[in-house]
């Protein structure tokens, strides 16, 4: 090879060895897998399972604490139970939740973990139970 050359005549000129090639290819796999599992949000079937899980559990709960606060706050005496409610100890207001069964859902199995704490803490931060609407559905003709 001449030292009068340009670069691009070098360049056509070049033939990498195999073993270039490879150890190229197997650098650019690895830093390709490193930089997906860091920065490009790649994960591992595993870790999306368990992520599915947790969300469908966190899903759960804040479904059953929704309904057990428009339970409570449609069941008779809402206002006192509010206010009896308030004036708990915050560890004994899931008790309260519990015990008054407004976590409770026709056809569940199993209590949903965390949703009577949430829903005395949904309901603590209400200032009044809010007016019942009830607009009838049906239309006389």
Same mark, same amino acid.
């Given at each position: 090879?001449?030292?009068?050359?340009?670069?691009?005549?070098?360049?056509?000129?070049?033939?990498?060895?195999?073993?270039?090639?490879?150890?190229?290819?197997?650098?650019?796999?690895?830093?390709?897998?490193?930089?997906?599992?860091?920065?490009?949000?790649?994960?591992?079937?595993?870790?999306?399972?368990?992520?599915?899980?947790? *969300?469908?559990?966190?899903?759960?709960?804040?479904?059953?604490?929704?309904?057990?606060?428009?339970?409570?706050?449609?069941? *008779?005496?809402?206002?006192?139970?509010?206010?009896?409610?308030?004036?708990?100890?915050?560890?004994?207001?899931?008790?309260?939740?519990?015990?008054?069964?407004?976590?409770?859902?026709?056809?569940?199995?199993?209590?949903?973990?965390?949703?009577?704490?949430?829903?005395?803490?949904?309901?603590?931060?209400?200032?009044?139970?809010?007016?019942?609407?009830?607009?009838?559905?049906?239309?006389?003709?």
């Amino acid at each position: 090879m001449a030292n009068n050359q340009t670069v691009s005549q070098r360049w056509e000129a070049y033939l990498p060895s195999k073993t270039l090639w490879f150890w190229s290819v197997a650098g650019a796999v690895v830093l390709t897998m490193i930089v997906g599992f860091t920065a490009g949000g790649w994960t591992t079937g595993g870790t999306a399972a368990e992520m599915a899980a947790k *969300s469908a559990r966190t899903a759960r709960t804040e479904l059953v604490a929704n309904l057990c606060v428009e339970n409570f706050v449609n069941a *008779s005496g809402a206002s006192q139970n509010l206010a009896t409610l308030k004036e708990m100890s915050s560890y004994k207001r899931d008790n309260f939740i519990e015990d008054g069964g407004w976590n409770k859902l026709a056809g569940m199995q199993k209590d949903a973990p965390g949703a009577a704490d949430l829903c005395a803490g949904k309901l603590t931060a209400m200032d009044t139970i809010p007016a019942r609407n009830v607009s009838s559905d049906q239309t006389s003709g």
